[in-house]
């Protein structure tokens, strides 16, 4: 059994698989999506912190650029989005403010603080004083933190049902099953033509791209040195309500590292608010365990001590797709008309709106952009033994 030709077919109807959907359609490319639930995946745990200025490491000054990138493009993707479908996507400017608990905490905010100024990004060091003043529900433990207003933040569960809409509206199709494997023909050394789903539906293609997060690297079919080397990393993530007479709890999101562990603190307009998330090397489990649940309330506890008062709405468990560098996999495989769009790990909504026109340009052009070139899949070194050209 097998289906009519598209243009581009999508496996993966996550945020990333979907906003590659919808600006390749907006090419004029007849596009399809390959997902049993488009608009789940990750994005149904992630907090949907625009951090490009908080979330940099030291080592990771190459993605900083890509996330900066992505950032700037955020007001007008987000605008263009709700305008197209009418959804409201929790998009706020609200702001980050990182904390430090104890003199450890303060040293290494201090460290962050200075690779953010060498780096060439706005942030004001405030005193814990100065920083319960912003926002007076902290701990009166806090030591310092740091400031950062270019931080923003969205709504994933609202952006990846927005960009299901949008989706529809270009003409997308869907195909609601699992790929079962990559349908290659042996022409050239090769080449990826399409799928077949797990109901045995050969779905054909011109180009292929492979997004499916986390479960990138498990695509039979694939040519086995080509797979992309993407591991689930687990994080749970809860949920808790904010009733009228404790608002405003909080202004802007409250992050901080509580005993070597990150914590995030992401209030939402409508009073939920995210608290998250662990970091699991667990493989595939998505158990959400009484362990985890005890240590995010904690160490929250420790940063905002009222937070024991609000009622506990949600907890839930989601596998990021990291890669070895933790930077994405953008542009061609290796194998001619297979492309990828996965390993984005913690940074998977940040890079959506930068995801979707680095992957347009790829499928229209057959060229890489520039500021995409640091994140081409050959740089793990199996895709370096293709000569298709980047």
């Known amino acids: 059994m097998s289906a009519r030709t598209s243009d581009v077919l999508v496996v993966g109807g996550g945020i990333i698989g979907l906003v590659t959907a919808w600006r390749a359609a907006q090419r004029g490319l ?8 488009p608009g789940g995946g990750a994005a149904r745990v992630a907090a949907g912190m625009l951090a490009a200025v908080t979330e940099l490491h030291h080592g990771e000054q190459t993605l900083l650029g890509l996330n900066v990138e992505s950032a700037r493009r955020y007001p007008q993707f987000a605008a263009e989005l709700s305008d197209l479908t009418g959804h409201d996507l929790g998009y706020r ?37 100065e920083c319960r ?15 950062v207003d270019g931080d923003h933040q969205i709504d994933p569960r609202r952006l990846a049902a927005a960009l299901v809409t949008a989706c529809e509206r270009a003409g997308v199709t869907f195909h609601r099953r699992w790929a079962e494997r990559l349908s290659v023909v042996s022409v050239g050394g090769g080449r990826a033509d399409g799928i077949v789903t797990d109901d045995g539906t050969a779905l054909k293609a011109g180009q292929v791209v492979l997004a499916g997060g986390s479960l990138s690297g498990r695509l039979a079919g ?20 904010v009733p009228p007479r404790y608002a405003p709890f909080l202004s802007r999101t409250v992050r901080a590292v509580v005993r070597g562990s990150d914590v995030y603190l992401v209030p939402r ?58 930077a994405p996999l953008l542009g061609p495989s290796g194998l001619d008309g297979l492309l990828l769009a ?25 060229e890489l952009p520039d500021l995409a070139r640091p994140f081409t899949p050959r740089r793990f070194g199996a895709a370096a033994l293709s000569e298709q050209p980047a």
């Not at 365990?289 to 949600?314: C, F, K, M, N």
């Open 30 to 37: 007849v596009t399809a999506v390959v997902d049993p639930e």
């Open 133 to 147: 003043r912003l926002e007076p529900m902290l701990a009166p433990g806090v030591r310092g933190g740091l400031r």
């Open 222 to 241: 694939v040519p086995r040195e080509l797979l992309p080397p993407v591991r689930p990393v687990k994080g749970q993530v809860l949920r808790l309500t």
């Open 342 to 366: 996965t390993g984005h790990h913690r940074n998977g909504v940040l890079l959506t709106p930068v995801t979707g026109d680095v992957l347009a340009h790829v499928l229209t052009t057959g």
């Open 93 to 129: 400017r609200s702001g980050t403010l990182a904390v430090a608990l104890d003199a450890d905490d303060r040293a290494h905010l201090r460290e962050l603080h200075a690779l953010q100024r060498q780096s060439g990004l706005t942030s004001e060091w405030l005193s814990g004083r």
């Open 269 to 326: 307009e409508n009073g939920e608010l995210v608290v998250g998330a662990t970091s699991e090397e667990l493989g595939w489990d998505t158990t959400v365990t009484a362990g985890g649940v005890y240590e995010l309330l904690r160490d929250a506890h420790e940063l905002l001590p009222g937070i024991s008062e609000l009622p506990l709405t949600e907890t839930r468990a989601g596998l990021r797709p990291a890669s070895p560098d933790n």
